[in-house]
């Protein structure tokens, strides 16, 4: 099993930043694929942006360029930087992290959300 704890929503005004972070504790393995999704009010979720253990990146053409996903893996932490809030941001970000010891099997889990508000 692994834990998703995820921090730094909150509310701000357009054109303000957030950073996201997502630390995660447990059973990992030495492959990792993390990403960041979100879900507005009436909406799918969606993949806003996504990182490897290698650090291959990539992004929802609504974000490019705005948000940067990285990640420590020494401390199991990823993050997202967001910048140049747009009010179309406004959703509940959720963390996802999917590991495998051998590349066969995946183990998916996600975090609990946080809320992103960005008034106009």
């Known amino acids: 099993q692994v834990q998703l704890v995820e921090s730094g929503g909150g509310l701000v005004q357009a054109g303000g930043s957030l950073r996201l972070s997502c630390a995660a504790s447990?059973?990992?393995?030495?492959?990792?694929?993390m990403g960041w999704y979100r879900q507005a009010p009436g909406k799918q979720r969606e993949l806003v942006a996504a990182i490897t253990t290698f650090g291959s990146t990539n992004y929802s053409d609504s974000v490019k360029g705005r948000f940067t996903i990285s990640r420590d893996n020494a401390k199991n932490t990823l993050y997202l930087q967001m910048n140049s809030l747009k009010p179309e941001d406004t959703a509940v970000y959720y963390c996802n992290w999917k590991t495998s010891q051998m590349l066969t099997s995946w183990y998916d889990y996600w975090g609990q959300g946080t809320q992103v508000t960005v008034s106009s």
């Open positions: 447990g059973r990992i393995f030495s492959f990792n694929s």
